[in-house]
């Protein structure tokens, strides 16, 4: 039985849970026994099963900026959730909490403070979201990804750790994604990624644009749940799916240009793989602004090519990907350049100076 012992948290989406599962290999390496709380429903439960971790289920209420009924309910499941898992913490006794934010960590970061064991809150974004906003003020330490960050967070508590890779992301093979796609000839690849949920807006776009865009490239589309188009199955040079998730290394390596949403967790994958990129940040519309500011901080840093979701259309997206094709040897260039940040070594050492100094 292992002595050392972290109870992990944070879901919504998969950008809440892909940076802990970055951390798990090496976790377990060290000996550490690992168990995770979250919701029933979420996204972070059928993720963790799958990676054979114990998983405790709390309640917990989405905390929103808008108007909604939900609002006068869901304060009470987040109140029910602290109580729910002060229990489980008290009666697993871990060592130390480490949260990914979501609406699922408030209560968990909150049981944690009450039973006085050490948090750890990493955050991905420029400015904080609203469930990490409400966690801050319990945690032990905070790490920021963005060296922008540093400003919206106590500073006495933040960290700049960068945001944990995955390693699997690394050893990925062209060959077998080459095979996986059936794609006959070399023509450089586009991946083409709108998140886990995938991106109505940026699929229409790229599908208006194959005629064009086949001439030169061959296409790899992963376009979320229940967005595939049967029209263009037999489209030589162009394949859809849903989502991927083993085979993601693999396709990665085979690509020449990757179209993204600005999610924190994807954009330093890009970073760390060196792979140009173009990115299409959800609108301020559509969320509170953080992608933009990602996006925005990524083309300063001469990483990213921008295109604002208002400004997406057939006609920007080929210019855009003609201009990153003619000048992708700088793109990678700058991309060497950044500070590479062994984020996963920070945040381990981090977990283990706070397990220490309990």
Known sequence: ?????????GGGTAGHVTPNIALLPKLKELGYEIEYMGTENGIERKLMEAEGIKYHIISSGKLRRYFDVKNFTD??????????AKAILKREKPDIVFSKGGFVSVPVVMGAYFNKIPIIIHESDITPGL?????????????????????????KKA????????????????????????????????????????????NSCVRESLNDLLKTYN?????????????????????????????????????????????????????????????????????????????????????????E??????????????????????????????KERDSLSNIIKLIEDCRIKR
């Open 131 to 155: 469930a990490n906003k409400l966690a801050m003020p319990y945690a032990t330490k905070i790490c920021v990804t963005f060296e922008e960050a540093m400003q919206h967070v106590n500073k």
């Open 159 to 202: 960290v700049l750790t960068g945001s944990p890779i995955r390693e699997e992301l690394f050893k990925g093979s062209k060959i077998k994604a080459k095979e996986f796609c059936g794609f006959k000839n070399d023509k450089p690849v586009i991946l083409v990624t709108g998140g886990s949920l995938g991106s109505r807006i940026i």
């Open 75 to 84: 304060p009470f499941k987040v109140i029910k959730g602290v109580f729910d």
């Open 219 to 307: 296409i790899v589309h992963l376009c979320g749940k229940g967005n595939l188009d049967r029209n263009f199955n037999l489209t030589e040079g162009y394949v859809q799916f849903e989502y991927i998730k083993d085979e993601l290394a693999d396709l990665m390596q085979l690509s020449d240009i990757v179209i993204s949403r600005a999610g924190s967790n994807t954009i330093f994958e890009l970073l760390a793989l060196k792979k140009p990129n173009i990115l299409i940040p959800l609108s301020a519309k559509a969320s509170r602004g953080d992608q933009i500011l990602n996006a925005n901080s990524f083309k300063k840093s001469g990483y990213s090519v921008v295109i």
């Open 309 to 338: 979701e208002e400004n997406l259309n057939p006609l920007s997206l080929q210019e855009k990907i003609n201009e990153l094709n003619v000048n992708k040897e700088t793109y990678i260039k700058n991309m060497s350049k950044s």
């Open 1 to 9: 039985m292992s002595n050392k012992k972290i109870i992990m948290t």
